[in-house]
């Protein structure tokens, strides 16, 4: 991991970066149950997850580099929140941060670049489920004003257990 002073830029997700940030994924579907994924991705079945965030509108795929290495070092997104219609100006958001990327302001510098994003389209609301315990998390969305909303009690089954997913929103 570059030090805490190397310069981390923001940009759009490309075509490109699908093996990177599909082997930074893979390892939350391993290794924790931040993501209810149960089983890694290829590149080619995650291609639609990347190509359904262009660099304009509601739904963004933004990336942390190295400004020197242009290595990766996480991304964030804005998703639709459900399907239907009525539900087109709410996403979902979420960051994910290659693991020796965490405390370094990174998830910071990526949420501020996304909700900056957001600002010119028309998106009321975002919302954010966080997989309990995560507190890093947790502090990362009411840094933003997130509010919690209320859990979905045992909702997910993953690694032979259940687990909660505390719900956040945030008015944009």
């Not at 579907?29 to 149960?38: G, M, N, Y």
């Amino acid at each position: 991991m570059p030090s805490e002073r190397t310069e981390v830029q923001v940009r759009p997700g490309v075509e490109a970066d699908l093996e990177t940030l599909t082997a930074l994924y893979n390892h939350y579907v391993r290794e924790t149950s931040i993501t209810f994924d149960t089983a890694v991705l290829t590149p080619e079945e995650r291609r639609p997850w990347l190509l359904s965030h262009p660099e304009d509108g509601p739904y963004r795929l933004l990336v942390a580099v190295c400004a020197d290495s242009q290595e990766i070092l996480g991304y964030a997104t804005s998703s639709p929140y459900r399907p239907k219609a009525a539900y087109s100006t709410s996403v979902e958001v979420s960051v994910y941060l290659r693991p020796d990327a965490g405390g370094r302001g990174v998830g910071t510098l990526l949420y501020k670049a996304l909700f900056a994003a957001l600002a010119g389209e028309d998106v009321h609301r975002a919302y954010a489920g966080v997989a309990q315990p995560n507190e890093a998390s947790v502090r990362l969305h009411e840094r933003f004003g997130f509010r919690y909303v209320g859990t979905y009690r045992e909702v997910g089954r993953k690694f032979g257990r259940y687990w909660d997913v505390a719900w956040y929103e945030k008015e944009l």
